[in-house]
């Protein structure tokens, strides 16, 4: 795991807002330094507000930063082709009711170039890999939450990329669907994907990451590795409880 999947270098990000002439600025992340290995699992926790949706954005490119420099895949963020490497499985993903979790798959794998063969072989790869062949043919909107976050992942992972960001993956599930999504994560990781996680689950990440960063009002004042928390007295949610205090 010596080469980086994500760098950010003394990022910071600052939005501007501008009303009836008078312009507001408000900090997202601030002197962000960050790196991330290939391979491994890392999680980004953070109270709301703390900067890790803006963290995930600049990394996905949707945000440009305000300053400092951010590596993808081993391209400048600003180079088209780091993102072709990246999943990404937002917090709330949307999908058409009425087409079925193959139909849905085969709509974004062309979006993501995949054509033939091959997007064939992707959409059955990720079907197998998530768990969905079963309901394969049934209309999304048919489906359960967790089904449907599964059609999510399903999605972030079709084209095979070397880097998975997922937002809040398992926000709003029952306790089986949490343990079948962290199970297709955990199948991932042995695979060797490099995962990015934010949840406020302290127990999925404690159990999916070999790392976690930790986010307080824009800037990351921890990162600690699994020992660390396994040494710490109430684990991972007492050594970020301690940190945000």
């Known amino acids: 795991m010596s080469a980086a999947a994500l760098v950010f270098s003394a990022v910071s990000k600052t939005y501007a807002y501008s009303h009836l002439g008078r312009t507001t600025y408000t900090r997202g992340i601030e002197d962000l330094d960050l790196s991330v290995a290939l391979g491994e699992a890392f999680g980004l926790l953070g109270l709301n507000g703390s900067g890790k949706t803006t963290t995930f954005k600049l990394a996905l490119g949707l945000l440009r930063p305000t300053s400092g420099k951010i590596s993808v895949l081993g391209h400048e963020a600003s180079d088209f082709r780091a993102y072709g490497g990246i999943g990404y499985l937002p917090e709330l993903p949307y999908f058409y009711p009425f087409l079925t979790p193959a139909e849905s798959l085969g709509f974004y794998g062309r979006l993501s170039g995949l054509e033939g063969a091959a997007l064939e072989a992707g959409i059955g790869q990720a079907l197998a ?117």
Do not use: M, N
């Not at 939450?145 to 997922?166: E, S």
């Not at 962290?182 to 996680?197: E, P, Q, S, Y």
């Open 129 to 245: 890999e998530t768990g969905l062949e079963a309901v394969a043919g049934r209309k999304i909107g048919q489906l359960s939450k967790g089904l449907t976050q599964r059609v999510g992942l399903a999605q972030a992972i079709l084209h095979d990329p070397r880097l998975i960001i997922l937002d809040e993956p398992v926000s709003g599930l029952d306790p089986l669907a949490i343990k079948h999504f962290r199970d297709g994560l955990a199948r991932l990781k042995r695979r060797g994907k490099t995962l990015i996680v934010s949840s406020h689950s302290i127990s999925e990440i404690e159990k999916l990451c070999d790392r976690v960063g930790i986010l307080k009002d824009g800037r990351l004042v921890r990162v600690a590795a699994q020992d660390e928390w396994a040494r710490a007295k109430d684990g991972l949610e007492g050594l970020f409880v301690e940190t945000v205090q």
